[in-house]
């Protein structure tokens, strides 16, 4: 009988949490109205989530690229075709790698911080106080923190890819043997194949940022919104923001490509 | 003769099968100051939060200005809570907030005075309650009796006609402690406004008590005026109340 209690309270846990988190959403979606009271707020939570992410999101894209163009290209150099190599670092990194390492960082950095802030200010009665105020927690706390990573995440993706892309060039151009302005011409070809402005490899992978961005923030407050029971409560909030953000961006990162690439074809 | 601005008719709350509150039943009339005392987990936190519309009641009526609490929407209990101040325990000051900002904030969220009139309002309440010299500190590098005093200012910063304290005087020394009471009936005397005050210390409910109320498991044991109740034949209010004042 506990063993069905636990599991049954863990599945009631975890739709209770599915629908505060989609509340928050909507709840942010409806204060968006009020941004324009809360530029400075959400300045400073663009220079945390975007700004001071640069340099770890700047040492993993590079490195991210250079495996997987050394993987990559070592295996077709045996079929002599690794001159492909652009061509398959660019779509990798634009399409999946990019957005997918990007969101992984700032889920692990930005989404823990916003659920331990909140939720220490939770614990504390913070939150509380706010509302006696007749402030909302969530025009004052959550929404310059949903609109901050909502656009970082996408500008950091791009910069994710381009840093990537170039790692892959310098294993290219080190390690196989191909020219570095080769190897740029044949990655810049691959995206612009379809002729289109933006290209589609592009335009997804900034979507895909876009929706991780917005999925990390609402979780990271969500989580930290519901934290109870002091410093534990807390670690356990910024445990569960992590834990269902990476479930939520392999998950939604697998529905963007099937319906972008799969149901509206390729 | 004065009105009744927060009724409370048996009120019951409980939270799973912990009964907290079993049948609370009070009046303030307006401008008086209503201290509650009782031991832990007697429901006196509780019925402040039932007060200011933090927790709905399970049963029982909870009114303040006349107006229903536990039927307000999201809408109507902020502007209520625009007439109520709140001083919490902890002083739940925004710990990223300068003082100055904290008590600042209330004014820059709801009104719409420019920063010069935020400023002048906000030093008001500042010299009030002497914390001149602090303005510019984190809550992390201020003492508890400062940020309790910062945590009143920020209370009074939008003129309640009412203000909720909850265990203003916990973790302090006797000197602040002294000091705060001090505040608090100042505050009542200038301001005339009405209190709810929640505390453990005798000399804080007989400094700024107009009525005093005991708690026991979730119901009033005792309440009158603190000659009245100092007197009382009560084994628990003697406890409470009863021998030298601290």
Redesign the interface.
Same mark, same amino acid.
């Given at each position: 009988m506990g063993v069905i209690n636990d599991a049954g309270k863990l599945v009631l846990d975890s739709c209770q949490g599915a629908g505060y988190s989609l509340t928050l959403l909507f709840r942010t979606i409806a204060a968006l109205p009020h941004l324009p009271f809360k530029v400075r707020f959400t300045l400073d939570q663009m220079f945390a989530a975007g700004i001071k992410t640069i340099p770890v999101t700047l040492v993993v894209a590079v490195f991210a690229g250079m495996i997987l163009s050394l993987q990559t290209g070592l295996e077709l150099q045996k079929y002599g075709q690794h001159t492909l190599i652009g061509n398959i670092v660019a779509i990798s990194m634009c399409r999946e790698m990019g957005p997918f390492i990007t969101a992984l960082i700032l889920a692990a950095t930005v989404g823990s911080a916003m659920a331990a802030e909140l939720g220490?200010?939770n614990v504390?009665?913070?939150i509380? +106080? /706010?509302?006696?105020?007749?402030? $909302?927690p969530i025009r004052?706390l959550v929404l310059p923190r949903v609109v901050a990573l909502t656009l970082m995440c996408p500008i950091l993706t791009i910069l994710t890819d381009l840093v990537g892309i170039a790692g892959g060039g310098i294993v290219a151009t080190t390690q196989l043997g191909i020219s570095f302005p080769y190897y740029l011409n044949s990655a810049r070809e691959s995206l612009t194949s379809l002729g289109q402005g933006l290209p589609k490899d592009v335009y997804v992978g900034i979507f895909k940022a876009w929706i991780f961005g917005i999925t990390i923030s609402v979780i990271g407050c969500s989580c930290g919104l519901r934290a109870r029971g002091g410093a534990i409560g807390v670690g356990n909030a910024v445990r569960q923001a992590v834990k269902t953000a990476f479930l939520l961006i392999i998950i939604l990162g697998y529905i963007v490509t099937w319906i972008f690439y799969r149901l509206l074809g390729s | 003769m004065s009105k009744p601005f927060i009724v409370l008719e048996n009120v019951y709350k409980a939270f799973g099968a912990k009964k907290i509150l079993q049948g609370i039943s009070f009046q303030v009339q307006e401008g008086q100051s209503y201290v509650i005392m009782g031991g832990s987990g007697t429901g006196k936190s509780v019925t402040l939060k039932t007060i200011?519309g933090?927790l709905k009641p399970d049963s029982g009526s909870v009114r303040v200005e006349g107006q229903e609490v536990p039927a307000l929407d999201r809408q109507g209990l902020?502007?209520l809570?625009?007439d109520?101040g709140?001083l919490?325990? $902890?002083g +739940?000051?925004?710990?990223w907030m300068t003082v100055f900002d904290n008590i600042a /904030?209330?004014l820059r969220?709801?009104s719409k005075l420019t920063e010069a009139e935020i400023r002048d309002k906000v030093m008001d309440v500042i010299r009030l309650v002497e914390l001149e010299h602090a303005v510019d500190l984190l809550p992390d590098s201020i003492s508890g009796g400062m940020i309790k005093r910062a945590s009143l200012a920020?209370a009074l910063i939008?003129d309640p006609k009412i203000i909720l304290y909850d265990e203003p005087n916990a973790g302090l020394d006797p000197i602040m402690s002294e000091t705060i009471n001090r505040l608090i009936k100042d505050v009542q005397d200038r301001f005339g406004v009405t209190s709810v005050v929640v505390t453990h210390k005798r000399a804080c409910a007989f400094t700024v008590g107009d009525i005093i109320a005991i708690f026991d498991q979730g119901k009033i044991l005792a309440e009158g005026p603190p000659g009245e109740m100092r007197n009382s034949e009560l084994p628990l209010v003697r406890r409470f109340l009863g021998g030298v004042v601290d």
């Open positions: 220490t200010m504390s009665e913070e509380m +106080a /706010l509302e006696v105020m007749s402030i $909302d004052f | 200011i933090m902020m502007r809570r625009r109520m709140y919490f325990q $902890d +739940a000051l925004i710990n /904030l209330p969220e709801n920020r939008n």
